[in-house]
């Protein structure tokens, strides 16, 4: 559908002017803008930069500050960062101009459901949005405040867009939409309606004026009071406007399969494979993957009245006009992001938070970003790409989330990590972005999430290389973690010695993990008895090991030193520190193996199978019969307690672990874990470890994964019905324990754990919150 049809409303385009907008031109400029704009979620950089080059308007500047954002947000780097800076700033400022123009001008396009010029206030708010999204990656801290300064005012806008559209819904009330459309007709006379069962709106409840406090208003379950800053108290008399109820799609036939089950999105995620040379090319869809036969993706309404959203299909007639749906799914998107990045901000940066004066809601940021992925256009697309960012990247970090609802259809959750409704949205974009290596790093990170790295890894050897240096970029470190996770020493070493030429975001980390690669290999040859072997890794270790140094601090991040920069450092001073002091070489000085630190940090024992957790037991006793590790600190001591009962854990020994954290860790005062190079964060880690322990025995987690590694099996004891007492005593213990890492106080890699603590905080409210737990 071309935009020139809605734009123009059949009349002859105005004289450009300073006040008036040539509606065909800027109809032209959408479309081709807008396109462009799709082509960096296919890959093709290239061909976004080439339709984007000559052109001027506001969509064309918002297109060509996305495209600098995508690139900023991938690699991290600083000239990219500041070139994308520069960019978003232009185009905030033309969709101002723009915005200032469609207000005085009698003859812009009026939307039935928003304000004149309202494309161009969200134009503007995706700029700021974006800007301030680099602005905390920037090294300054001065960028980062007025970053989030803009995240404020995008908010306010973007809540006052979403007022549109309650007061659409509100106007129209229990009317169907298509008798609603009447109004809107002389403003769209090119657009006839074809739906005959439409659906209905639900009359929402009287409210006063918009003012900037809604998503306050609509506050998430899963938030605790304690962990994020609020200004205003909350306004109960003033209740979130339900949104519409229905409009569900058919069900399947009884006879056939759900297209959306886990065995037919399986299969059809089979015939979209890629050949081994180049990813995504042809992908040799079948029949029953054809895009006429996608699994369409959740359309229901559940939870939508509860924050006010609208909810609904994205070819329904409500957005039949292409405005309408540019609008509509970037707002979700947007506020989407927004209402995520607050929810994850960790307590260490609680003070940051009263810049901005509101906080995050991660349940009703999902279902935003879930509503915006409907949509095929660049909005949905960078949906999608976030939720994956959250589930695959956030939830694959953590170890206590918001348990999925039980009266919830699996293809409508948002909770959790939904691993069927993921499937059918990976395979449209798959679909819709066939050259696209985002998508081949989702699946690769799900298979990951499910501990098969060995798919992982071979997905992303299929994918050859992308176009766009810090998409490769991002496809390498993955690499480079599933190597590591899978104790593919050599791969892992090669692998983030490859991310030093492809990203200069943190060097001294790259060099680190592979030094600590090879000195893992070094110990491995070691015992086997292989003396040339190692001896070759221990000097590649030591070179890597003292190379890293080197690179610590040449990037910032709110102009403060990279957290893993400063552990790097700390650790290369410890290990050289020890050598002198007991009078051994640099190398028998190191405790812990440091490459199982680095699976810790990252959190990869939650990807391994039981054979890969058993191979990282055995590295930690190899840490033991080193000759110098009775000289070990209490705090390098703690790290291995830690580590082996994270790996306990993981096998589901739940009381072994906590068995030797209450032994070996716990009766320790947290003052003896300070000290000139200690590693502080363990001993607040193995509290949140011991916590996650609690949460995992619950009877209702068991039940959905059984009491084995290999999950609910036939030799998996579970239970058939939860333990409401037994449970409620499970949590209260997490809740004890995270609060005591919550409240440790200063510590190394303080906001990495934290996020941990912060989503399991949420978690445990919510999960007290439906259990009726006070």
């Known amino acids: 559908m071309s935009f020139g049809r809605w734009l123009s409303r059949g009349k002859a385009a105005v004289t450009a002017s300073s006040e008036k907008l040539n509606l065909t031109a800027e109809a032209q400029n959408m479309d081709i803008a807008l396109r462009a704009a799709e082509k960096i979620m296919n890959d093709d950089i290239k061909g976004a930069e080439a339709a984007l080059k000559d052109g001027d308007s506001a969509f064309h500047k918002l297109s060509k500050g996305t495209l600098g954002f995508m690139k900023a947000t991938l690699g991290f780097e600083q000239d990219v960062m500041k070139e994308a800076s520069d960019l978003l700033s232009e185009a905030e400022n033309s969709a101002y101009e723009y915005h200032r123009k469609a207000q005085h001008d ?79 007709k002389e403003s769209l006379r090119s657009f006839e309606s074809s739906h005959s069962n439409a659906p209905v709106i639900v009359e929402p409840k009287p409210q006063p004026a918009a003012k900037p406090s809604r998503l306050r208003e609509a506050e998430s379950a899963g938030s605790s009071s304690e962990d994020f800053f609020e200004v205003d108290e909350s306004h109960p008399d003033r ?39 180049h990813f995504g090319t042809s992908p040799a869809v079948s029949e029953a993957g054809s895009l006429s036969a996608r699994p369409p993706l959740s359309r229901t309404t559940t939870g939508g009245s509860k924050y006010g959203l609208i909810e609904i299909n994205a070819d329904d007639e409500v957005f039949k006009n292409s405005l309408d749906v540019f609008i509509h799914s970037g707002t979700n998107l947007m506020f989407g992001i927004i209402s995520l990045m607050i929810s994850v901000i960790p307590p260490a940066f609680a003070r940051v938070l009263s810049v901005i004066g509101f906080r995050g809601d991660r349940e009703r940021g999902m279902r935003l970003l879930w509503q915006a992925s409907k949509f095929s256009n660049v909005n949905g697309g960078m949906a999608a790409l976030v939720l994956f960012g959250w589930y695959n990247g956030l939830i694959g970090f953590c170890d206590i989330y918001s348990d999925p609802d039980p009266e919830v259809p699996p293809m409508e959750q948002v909770e959790g990590y939904p691993a069927e409704r993921l499937k059918a949205l990976l395979f449209e974009m798959r679909q819709r972005y066939p050259d696209s290596h985002l998508w081949m790093i989702e699946e690769a990170r799900m298979a990951s999430a499910k501990r098969d790295i060995d798919t992982a890894l071979e997905l992303l050897g299929k994918a050859g290389k992308s176009d766009m240096k810090q998409l490769q970029a991002l496809q390498v470190f993955e690499k480079s973690l599933d190597a590591q996770n899978s104790h593919r020493y050599a791969l892992c070493a090669e692998s983030f010695l490859e991310c030093v030429e492809l990203n200069a975001w943190s060097q001294a980390l790259y060099y680190f993990i ?78 812990v193996g440091p490459i199982e630190e680095s699976i810790f940090l990252w959190n990869g024992y939650k990807k391994m199978n039981e054979a890969q957790l058993k191979k990282s037991l055995t590295n930690l006793e190899t840490s033991e019969k080193s000759p110098y590790w009775v000289k070990q600190g209490l705090d390098e001591k703690t790290i291995l307690t830690l580590l082996r009962a994270t790996i306990y854990r993981n096998l589901r020994q739940h009381k072994q672990a906590q068995d030797i954290l209450e ?6 005062d947290k003052t003896a874990f300070s000290g000139l190079n200690m590693d502080t964060w363990a001993a607040p880690a193995a509290y949140y470890e011991h916590a996650v322990n609690s949460w995992q025995q619950r009877n209702e987690y068991i039940i959905r994964f059984g009491t084995t590694i290999a999950g609910p099996t036939a030799n998996s004891e579970r239970t058939s019905t939860a333990d409401l007492k037994a449970d409620a005593a499970l949590v209260a213990d997490a809740k ?28 445990i409210a919510k999960w007290e919150k439906r259990n009726g737990i006070v």
């Open 106 to 184: 009698p003859s812009a396009f009026s939307s039935a459901i928003y304000d004149r010029g309202a494309e161009f206030l969200l134009c503007q708010a995706e700029s700021q949005i974006m800007s301030a999204v680099v602005g905390v990656l920037n090294e300054s801290l001065t960028e980062s405040i007025k970053g989030f300064y803009k995240m404020r005012k995008a908010y306010m806008t973007l809540e006052t867009l979403i007022q549109m559209e309650q007061t659409y819904m509100k106007a129209r009330g229990v009317q169907s939409l298509a008798n609603s459309r009447v109004a809107s």
């Open 239 to 277: 209740p979130v406007t339900p949104a519409y109820e229905g409009h569900l799609e058919s069900e399947a036939p009884k006879s056939h399969p759900d297209p959306r089950s886990e065995e037919v999105l399986t299969d059809k995620m089979k015939n979209l494979e890629v050949s081994t040379h």
């Open 514 to 591: 592979a030094g600590a690669a090879y000195f893992q290999k070094s110990r491995d040859a070691a015992v086997a008895g292989n003396v040339d072997d190692q001896k070759t890794f221990a000097s590649l270790a030591e070179e890597n090991f003292k190379k890293a140094p080197s690179f610590v601090g040449k990037k910032k991040m709110m102009g403060r030193q990279l957290p893993f920069d400063q552990y790097v450092q700390r650790k290369i001073n410890k290990w050289t520190a020890n050598s002198q002091a007991w009078g051994c070489t640099f190398l028998e000085a190191i405790g």
């Open 663 to 668: 032994k070996e860790v716990f009766p320790h």
């Open 736 to 763: 004890k324990h995270v609060e005591k890492a919550k409240n440790w106080g200063s510590y190394e890699l303080d906001a990495r754990i934290g996020m941990k603590v912060t989503a399991a905080l949420g978690a």
